[in-house]
């Protein structure tokens, strides 16, 4: 059943997106757990997806929920899953070939005033209280997109044993946190920004340098760039006021890339089943 809502969302509540489709038909991570999709691989007795989707049903912040994927091949192996879709609790679309692409065909349902928070069914950690946060500030932010990030020492020392992904900068590390907000009419169109450097997500110089351009990735690589310059940057090239959220969560950072990450988010949770 779905967890009751925290409180009433009001009539400027988010939609949430949650991106549900597998980046290759193959996934380790759902072959390592005996499933057909990512995000139907169990923690703590349930499926990511909805424990991403409770976490949203509970936000006060949000309203409407999308999921985009899994594909409808694997829908019918989750009862409770294909029991939400078809009762009109979530809508579901077919993923498409990427992210960015299933976010972009998620968007295209929303009314462009509408705003928009957008996340992963692999975000397993994922909690009331942090969509909170997040949507709160990224509405102060004043911007047309806020990414949230959460320190890398604060996730080092919650998890001194995760390899994360940090953008290293002169003021501190910080990693993503799959949250993004789309708070403006004109923010929809940084998909296409997205669409052009997705896939260098694990590698931060090229990402960089996709991002910024070369002149930042010589900064970036002396340790000169700091959070602020980077965003200013970003702003410039996609021609949208960007903002970061610095969230005080470190299991923000965490999402569930790798059988190793899959044994970090079932300790934490406690969950006791193998997934090797």
């Known amino acids: 059943m779905d967890h009751e809502r925290g409180g009433c969302p009001g009539a400027g509540a988010f939609a949430a997106v949650v991106l549900g489709g597998d980046r290759r038909a193959d996934d380790p991570v759902a072959r390592g757990a005996g499933v057909l999709s990512k995000s139907l691989v169990p923690v703590g007795g349930r499926a990511m997806v909805l424990r991403v989707l409770d976490a949203l049903g509970a936000s006060r912040q949000v309203g409407m929920r999308i999921l985009c994927g899994p594909a409808r091949s694997a829908l019918a192996h989750d009862a409770e899953l294909g029991r939400r879709i078809a009762a009109g609790e979530i809508t579901w679309i077919e993923p498409r070939a990427t992210p960015s692409l299933s976010a972009e065909a998620a968007l295209e349902t ?21 969509v909170d946060d997040f949507c709160v500030r990224a509405r102060a932010a004043a911007a047309d997109v806020a990414v949230g990030v959460a320190p890398y020492e604060l996730v080092k020392a919650a998890y001194p044993a995760t390899r994360r992904t940090a953008i290293r900068l002169r003021d501190g590390g910080y990693c993503g946190s799959n949250l993004f907000a ?21 590698r931060p110089l090229r990402l960089v340098a996709g991002v910024l351009g070369w002149v930042a990735v010589l900064r970036y690589g002396l340790g000169r760039m700091t959070l602020a310059e980077g ?46």
């Open 110 to 130: 929303i009314p462009a005033g509408v705003p928009v928070l957008l996340t992963t069914a692999d975000h397993a950690l994922l909690r009331p209280e942090i």
């Open 182 to 202: 789309f708070l403006t009419p004109s923010s929809r169109a940084v998909v296409g920004f997205w669409r052009r450097v997705e896939q260098e997500r694990k």
């Open 231 to 276: 965003l200013a940057r970003v702003s410039a090239r996609t021609g949208l006021r960007v903002a970061a959220v610095i969230l005080p969560f470190p299991e923000a950072a965490v999402d569930v890339d790798t059988l190793e990450d899959l044994r970090l988010v079932r300790a934490i949770v406690g969950d006791g089943v193998r997934s090797d």
